[in-house]
């Protein structure tokens, strides 16, 4: 039996590292307004809905065959016809590139995992973009170094993305330790879903898509919080360790 040397964290990585999910939110409801869709806050939830009961389901698409279906979707939920939610999801794809090229890390992210990195904890990250999109984010904001280097999985190094754990437990393995020892933080309840199946702690974060009320709805996260600053003093507080070190 391999015992664990160490304490891991795992993160997925769009609204949890990357402040994407923001600039996610404006694309659609910019689209949606040019189509003549009045968005609010109801309409917002009903999109995040959507996407968790999508990722719930086995894909059968990948890449940008599934960024335009998940855009020609939410036309559709809100009620779109289909030559509409066509237009709607090409102009939102036209604009998702310059999403994670403009995209920034949360102000805290640095300093969260230093604190982390301080205290001998493993980091990895498992997130449903590519690993393409994985790798140029990490080293364009100069994060790479803090991540276990074999702890960083993409959609591309799995045959189930979450809500399947299945890339969450490869994290897990390549940090040498157990479940019981990890914790995985992310912004959507297929993140919550998928580290709960695993079996470690789960922190949910209000930075992405959703919000409180829906990731408590619809997974069972350890824990909600609306700062990835709030998430580490939670991590460090459940096993006695010092704040500020």
């Known amino acids: 039996m391999k015992h664990p040397s160490t304490f891991a964290a795992i993160f997925d990585l769009d609204g949890t590292l990357l402040d994407s999910m923001r600039s996610f939110n404006k694309i659609i409801i910019s689209n949606l307004e040019k189509t003549g869709v009045s968005v609010t806050p109801e309409s917002m939830e009903t999109i995040g809905v959507y996407l968790l009961k999508k990722f719930q389901a086995p894909q059968t698409n990948s890449g940008i065959r599934l960024i335009f279906y998940i855009f020609w979707r939410i036309g559709r939920e809100m009620s779109l016809g289909r030559l509409k939610a066509i237009y709607f999801a090409l102009n ?17 992210v640095k300093l ?91 922190i949910g974060l209000t930075t992405g898509l959703v919000s409180k009320a829906v990731l408590l709805r619809y997974s069972a996260p350890s824990t909600v919080v609306d700062s990835l600053e709030q998430a580490i003093s939670w991590i460090l507080a459940s096993r006695n360790l010092e704040q500020d070190l």
Not at 141 to 164: N, Q, T, W, Y
């Open 92 to 108: 939102c794809i036209r604009k998702v590139k310059s999403v994670y090229e403009n995209a920034p890390l949360f102000p805290d």
């Open 112 to 202: 969260s995992l230093s604190k982390l990195i301080n205290h001998g904890f493993q980091l990895g990250i498992c997130t449903n973009a590519s690993r393409k999109q994985l790798v140029e984010t990490i080293e364009k904001h100069g994060i790479k170094e803090f991540f276990h280097p074999d702890a960083l999985i993409s959609r591309d190094d799995v045959l189930r993305i979450k809500p399947d754990p299945e890339g969450l437990l490869m994290a897990i393995e390549a940090c040498s330790t157990s479940p019981q020892h990890c914790y995985f933080l992310g912004d959507m309840p297929v993140d919550i879903l998928a580290g709960n199946d695993a079996g470690v702690d789960t």
